[in-house]
């Protein structure tokens, strides 16, 4: 047992109001939103967008990052559970449970009604929310650490987290929080594999931004950003993924999880992306996509003015 583990005594709900828990974990996802809303109208507003279109952006990727994440969890990890009762996906979504995987997915599809209705390339509009992805990933992976939930298998590493809401869950509830030290004693020192992976995420988005703003990669290799967020991100989660529980019975036995397998077509879809990237010349006239789309917005209004 080791002694100089981090005791993770965190209580999930950050306040109650009646019968209504406000969680941790729920307002990293808020923050996690909102920094991507400030990234990207920062972004936008570099390159010569109007409002507007920021607004556009939010709505459809903010609905197809959660859609995406929620239906994600219930087809990938409970199949079984969801299928035979798919009203559940709605109404037990206050007991968790929201993947990663598929979250990209409806980030994605989110992302192409975003273009087609904004007059801009798709490719432009991945490279750009690539930027912000592994960011908030990272705030919502801290929320999972809040939660105590995706824990690490035991170490003996000094970095090792006894997640007390987690291993003694029962001892938790019957003392309020305060749990005895005795108890505490018992509990194994565990990898934070939360913590690695959000950390992870940051080192990623710090990456992409840098070759944002100092190397001007969105403009000139159309691709080159989505494909690195691709790698940074679910290189990294399928390797931490060897340091977590599995989450579900099913991946028992199994060589690989099903984040891991799940991780592996994302990885290569980067790889494509960032040689597509690099083998085709680069763009010299960087303002061609967003002076295009404003001719195009400027046609809309000036069609909307006469109909009014």
């Known amino acids: 047992m080791n002694a100089l583990s981090i005791v993770w005594n965190w209580d999930p ?9 406000i969680r941790w974990y729920g307002l990293m996802w808020a923050i996690a939103i909102l920094a991507a809303e400030r990234i990207c109208y920062y972004t936008f507003k570099h390159e010569g967008l109007p409002p507007r279109t920021l607004e556009s952006a939010f709505i459809w990727v903010v609905l197809g990052t959660f859609i995406g994440a929620r239906v994600g969890h219930c087809l990938f990890y409970e199949p079984e559970v969801y299928l035979a009762e798919p009203w559940r ?42 930027i912000v992805a592994p960011l908030s990933g990272a705030i919502i992976r801290l ?71 100092s190397k001007d990669l969105g403009r000139r290799r159309p691709g080159f950003l989505f494909g690195s967020a691709m790698i940074g991100i679910f290189l990294t989660r399928f390797f931490i993924e060897f340091l977590k529980e599995r989450q579900v019975d099913f991946e028992l036995g199994m ?47 000036k069609k909307n003015s006469k109909k009014k």
């Open 13 to 21: 709900v950050l306040v109650s109001l009646g019968s209504l828990d």
């Open 89 to 130: 996906i709605i109404t037990d979504i206050r007991n968790g449970g929201m993947a990663s995987h598929g979250a990209t997915i409806g980030i994605i599809l989110g992302l192409w009604f975003f273009v087609k209705r904004n007059h801009l390339p798709f490719i432009w509009g991945l490279d750009r929310i690539a």
């Open 143 to 213: 929320g999972n650490l809040f939660n105590s939930e995706i824990v690490g298998y035991p170490t003996d590493s000094a970095l090792g987290f006894k997640f007390i809401y987690h291993d003694a869950r029962r001892a938790w509830m019957e003392f309020a929080g305060d749990v005895p030290q005795e108890v505490i004693d018992m509990v194994p020192a565990r990898h934070p594999a939360q913590l690695y992976e959000a950390l992870c995420y940051f080192l990623t988005f710090g990456i992409l931004f840098w070759m944002y703003y």
């Open 255 to 301: 060589a690989l999880d099903m984040g891991q397998l799940l991780s592996l077509p994302f990885i290569v879809v980067g790889i494509f992306m960032i040689v597509r990237s690099m083998l085709r010349p680069a763009v010299t006239d960087i303002n061609a996509v967003v002076e295009r789309a404003n001719r195009e917005y400027a046609r809309e209004d």
